[in-house]
């Protein structure tokens, strides 16, 4: 059975940092994509980061490139996104899903398998 889940969020102020984990159980990640979404209120899912476990390459939307890092622990099987200089933005709620490994990673981002609850972050002074 495989199962997605997400820690790390919270109420950080414009500026500041989080870290999210997204802990992975029933797949390895050297076969699966995994990839970061975030949903706001009123708008649609964006697929913002994700990591290729067969290629070892990683993706970034340009909303949040050069702000946030994708990376992966194969020992702990969770994969980590390192949200810095966080905006108001950036309040969403994250959710980390798991797919194949297309080297096409927005083909990747739009047919994942298995999903987490998603965890809350609020961007706020």
């Known amino acids: 059975q495989v199962q997605l889940v997400e820690s790390g969020g919270g109420l950080v102020q414009p500026g500041g940092s989080l870290r999210l984990s997204c802990a992975v159980s029933?797949?390895?990640?050297?076969?699966?994509?995994i990839g970061w979404f975030r949903q706001a209120p009123g708008k649609e899912r964006e697929g913002v980061s994700c990591?290729?476990?067969?290629?070892?390459?990683?993706y970034y939307a340009d909303s949040i490139k050069g702000r946030f890092t994708i990376s992966r622990d194969n020992a702990k099987n969770t994969v980590t996104l390192q949200m810095n200089s966080l905006k108001t933005e950036d309040t969403a709620v994250y959710y980390c899903?798991?797919?194949?490994?297309?080297?096409?990673?927005?083909?990747?981002?739009?047919?994942?398998?298995?999903w987490g609850q998603g965890t809350q972050v609020t961007v706020s002074s």
């Open positions: 899903a798991a797919g194949l490994p297309y080297s096409d990673h927005i083909q990747a981002l739009k047919r994942m398998d298995y």
């Open positions: 029933g797949v390895s990640l050297d076969y699966y994509a």
């Open positions: 990591i290729n476990g067969k290629y070892g390459t990683t």
